[in-house]
């Protein structure tokens, strides 16, 4: 194992201890949004209004992610039902919805804020008509008065502060310091009906899930006629249909969590490897030379074989040569002549050179008798005169 797998180890487990010890240590924070998004889990998400809506609406629900303007253009449809929650609708969306319930079909509004443009046509005034904590709604017809729903959890205090004659109130907002105000309302238009309910909380997973509360929503749905309803949402409410790879990791807590970690580890392992890196390079030693160390045995070879006029041939036979090629000197002749020249061109004694060339010549002799003493004094003598 080497040092750096030892490193990317020990970052990975203190981070893998971080991730235990928040994990551990967390606090679960609840979303108090008022998302009104059907595939949102959060107290305000409509997840478990999506998933009953199939029984609610007897099967008969189809959920739309276009514009009304957009869907109608491409259908045409009979009576059927109209079902906006808390949906933005733009200027001919709207004239679309009015121009479906007029030719027969019934449309239901659910949603705090209501554009200007859409209650004046309709025939009511909605406002903030409360700032109360807590607030019950209500239906008017005696056969729905055991259903309600208590709001204690931001109510919007939304409602109608003014309906024109006409306009039929079947819900209520009660509350203990105030007179109880219109929030549910149903207008005639055509062969159509068209109802609003400014409080969509009672739709949302914190108030569903409360024992009974169900049934109040069964009540205000009631008044919609027994055929295809058809709930436009908003575009980006369509993620049960979503294709994003990440989806599903990303929406439990574990595969998240693990996802971020593999990432984490990712990017420390990129950040360390970003250098090159280079093999090692191996030192080479240089080559000897091994010249004299062969020399070296040769000289110790002859020593132990004992002939030592050989080596002194040999020893003579290499400094005539280097004379020749260094000092330029004929050494065909070991005269007078010769010794002269040797000696003003080396500045050695002539009794030096006098010397060299004696044992030179006893050297070349085949028949001279050679000692150990004599091969000693000439490789002393002639490294002397040419060094």
């Known amino acids: 194992m080497n040092k750096t797998f030892k490193i990317y180890a020990v970052i990975f487990i203190i981070i893998m201890v971080i991730l235990a010890l928040l994990e551990v240590n967390k606090k679960e924070v609840t979303d108090w949004r008022k998302n009104f ?38 259908n045409k ?33 659910i949603a705090g ?10 025939g009511f005034y909605a406002s903030q008509i ?34 024109k004659p006409g306009v039929e109130i079947l819900g209520k907002t009660v509350e ?17 009906n068209i109802f609003v309910h400014s409080e969509p909380l009672f739709l949302t997973n914190y108030y569903l ?34 294709r994003f790879f990440m989806r599903f990791i990303l929406s439990k807590p574990a595969l998240k969590y693990a996802w971020w970690v593999f990432l984490g580890g990712m990017i420390l392992f990129i950040f360390f490897n970003a250098k090159r890196k280079q093999r090692i390079v191996p030192v080479i030693e240089p080559l000897k030379n091994t010249s004299v160390e062969f020399v070296k045995s040769i000289g110790n070879l002859y020593l132990q074989e004992g002939d030592f006029h050989d080596m002194m041939a040999k020893k003579a036979q290499y400094f005539l040569n280097k004379v ?31 010397e060299a060339i004696a044992l030179i010549r006893k050297a070349q002799d085949p028949y001279a008798s050679v000692m150990k003493e004599d091969l000693t004094r000439m490789n002393t003598i002639l490294d002397e005169i040419i060094r």
Do not use: C
């Not at 804020?113 to 309709?122: L, N």
């Not at 050494?331 to 061109?345: H, V």
């Open 130 to 163: 409360s700032f109360e904590d807590q607030n019950v709604l209500k239906l008017t017809d005696k056969k729905y008065q055991n259903d309600f729903i208590n709001l204690d959890k931001f109510p919007s205090g939304r409602g109608f502060s003014y309906v």
């Open 77 to 109: 449809k009979q009576s059927h039902n109209i079902l906006i929650i808390e949906k933005e609708i733009d200027r001919e969306s709207w004239r679309s919805i009015l121009n479906e319930v007029s030719k027969g079909s019934n449309a239901m509004l």
């Open 209 to 242: 899930l409360k024992p009974g509360n169900i049934k109040y929503a069964q009540d205000v749905f009631s008044y919609l006629n027994d055929k295809e309803t058809v709930w436009f949402v908003e575009a980006a409410d369509a993620k049960a249909s979503s």
């Open 176 to 192: 203990k310091n105030n007179t109880d105000q219109a929030n549910f309302i149903k207008v005639k238009l055509g062969k159509g």
């Open 113 to 122: 804020r209501i554009p200007k443009e859409i209650s004046d046509s309709i």
């Open 37 to 74: 998004d059907p595939n949102e889990k959060s107290p305000f998400g409509l997840f478990v209004f999506n998933k009953e809506s199939k029984d609610l609406f007897k099967n008969q629900l189809k959920k739309i992610a276009e514009t009304p303007y957009e869907y109608y253009n491409e």
């Open 324 to 354: 020749r090629m260094d000092l330029l000197i004929d050494t065909q002749n070991l005269d007078n002549a010769f010794a002269k020249k040797l000696q003003l061109k080396t500045g050695k004694n002539i009794e030096v050179i006098t």
